[in-house]
T-cell receptor, first 111, second 114 residues
Framework: GQQLNQSPQSMFIQEGEDVSMNCTSSSIFNTWLWYKQDPGEGPVLLIALYKAGELTSNGRLTAQFGITRKDSFLNISASIPSDVGIYFCAGKSGTASKLTFGTGTRLQVTL | EAGVAQSPRYKIIEKRQSVAFWCNPISGHATLYWYQQILGQGPKLLIQFQNNGVVDDSQLPKDRFSAERLKGVDSTLKIQPAKLEDSAVYLC????????????FGQGTRLTVV
């Protein structure tokens, strides 16, 4: 099945730094979702985006729905140790409503 | 509000045995999803239910996997017989409807086939 491409695959940053990651697709989506997954747990929803160009924030997290509808971006400002985990993007098309997941970005935060 | 409940959390079986997983979605959520997540990969949709009807099962290996959602609430996913490559985390998720609303995940069941 199709998967969205996320980059970078992994990141090692220092506490306090800002983080940027993106997700690209060959297909157009009408909804973009960003999830965080901790070891041994299911993905937890962080941000949902419903309109092209939309910019939405959730605390230190900001995500954008790309104008082309084929990409999305997630930024984390002033990272802290609990930001460690795997971040997944997921896209839904309007008709099928099938949720397709990206390949994930693994984030490590050092003190 | 209670989240998506899954059981068991862990299961170890031998190849060719059968196994079943159970999911109880968030109350009132019409759409239920089963995902397979192999180590190091993103979740892959196996089957999607809208109430008790199947919306998408195009990626479900139907020769060995089956799922049902009787009465449009709880769901079970079964594997019979299991293969080594079925080792993965099986995630259940639910959403209010299948359109534009967000999907919420359970903790998953980690299956190891030896």
């Amino acid at each position: 099945g199709q998967q969205l491409n996320q980059s970078p695959q992994s990141m090692f940053i220092q506490e306090g730094e800002d983080v940027s990651m993106n997700c690209t697709s060959s297909s157009i989506f009408n909804t973009w979702l960003w999830y965080k997954q901790d070891p041994g747990e299911g993905p937890v929803l962080l941000i949902a985006l419903y309109k092209a160009g939309e910019l939405t924030s959730n605390g230190r997290l900001t995500a954008q729905f790309g104008i082309t509808r084929k990409d999305s971006f997630l930024n984390i400002s002033a990272s802290i140790p609990s930001d460690v985990g795997i971040y997944f993007c997921a896209g839904k098309s309007g008709t099928a409503s099938k949720l397709t997941f990206g390949t994930g970005t693994r984030l490590q935060v050092t003190l | 509000e209670a989240g998506v409940a899954q059981s068991p959390r862990y299961k170890i079986i031998e190849k060719r045995q059968s196994v079943a997983f159970w999911c109880n979605p968030i109350s009132g959520h019409a759409t239920l999803y089963w995902y397979q997540q192999i180590l190091g990969q993103g979740p892959k949709l196996l089957i999607q239910f809208q109430n008790n009807g199947v919306v998408d099962d195009s990626q479900l290996p139907k020769d060995r996997f089956s799922a049902e959602r009787l009465k449009g609430v709880d769901s079970t996913l079964k594997i019979q017989p299991a293969k080594l490559e079925d080792s993965a985390v099986y995630l259940c998720a639910s959403s209010l409807d299948g359109g534009y609303t967000e999907a919420f995940f359970g903790q998953g069941t980690r299956l190891t086939v030896v």
